[in-house]
């Protein structure tokens, strides 16, 4: 199984991850600004379904290509690294946006606002390659049970993002009317987060190395 320190790791890529603003965020957050803090929690528990369905179709193919080819998890852990690289540029690259910036929404009923926070997560290929590419950074082989490694690291991740977003949507209008007050504060966001995915890239890969 999987240790505590494995799992307080874990955690932080996925903090980090939550944190990179995303298709989630932006709906959840526009949701609580439009329509209020019950859209927004209805919006995040179709998101926290989405991950479930995610974690599920994950968890049973990363335990089957492990049998069949544990080669092919080399490549994927520097899939990983590779992709990190790509949050952390689309972090910082001119012309990102941050979530709070106030967006125009219809008002939709709760179950359409499920429907769509299930299919924007569903749908969010971030997620998909997250779960792909860095569960195998911590899963153990030899320590048996993948199928159930697996689902606690999703049982992390899952907990980590859906604690964040409540926090933001019930933030949210504060939070826009500060940032969009003071441009300034948008722009250290995407760099800390930018700098922070580098980071974790640079960790991967270097691991990597080390291990090879």
């Known amino acids: 199984m999987l240790t505590t320190s494995e799992l307080g790791w874990f955690a ?49 193919g990363l335990t089957a290509l492990l049998l069949a080819a544990p080669l092919a998890f080399t490549a994927i852990k520097v899939t990983g690294a590779v992709y990190l690289l790509w949050l952390a540029w689309q972090a910082v ?14 008002h ?4 359409k606002l499920f429907l769509m926070g299930f299919l924007t997560n ?4 971030k997620v998909a390659m997250f ?18 490694q697996s689902l606690t690291l999703g049982a992390v991740q899952i907990g980590v993002s859906v604690a964040v977003n409540t926090l933001l949507i019930f933030f949210a209008a504060t939070m826009s009317v500060f940032l969009n007050r003071n441009v300034g ?21 270097t691991e990597k190395r080390t291990a090879s």
């Open 12 to 60: 932080f890529v996925a903090l980090a991850l939550v944190l990179t603003p995303g298709p989630n965020m932006i709906y959840c957050i526009s949701r609580t600004l439009c329509q209020g803090r019950s859209a927004g929690m209805v919006s995040l528990g179709g998101v926290a379904l989405g991950f479930v369905v995610h974690l599920l179709g994950a968890s049973l």
């Open 93 to 106: 690259k001119p012309g990102g946006l941050s979530p709070f910036e106030t967006r125009a929404l219809p």
């Open 108 to 111: 939709d009923p709760p179950r």
């Open 122 to 125: 569903l749908l969010n290929p």
């Open 131 to 148: 779960y792909l590419s860095f569960f195998p950074q911590f899963l153990h082989p030899e320590r048996g049970g993948l199928f159930l």
């Open 185 to 205: 504060w948008m722009r250290v966001q995407r760099y800390v987060m930018g700098t922070v995915m580098g980071l974790l890239a640079l960790r991967l890969l």
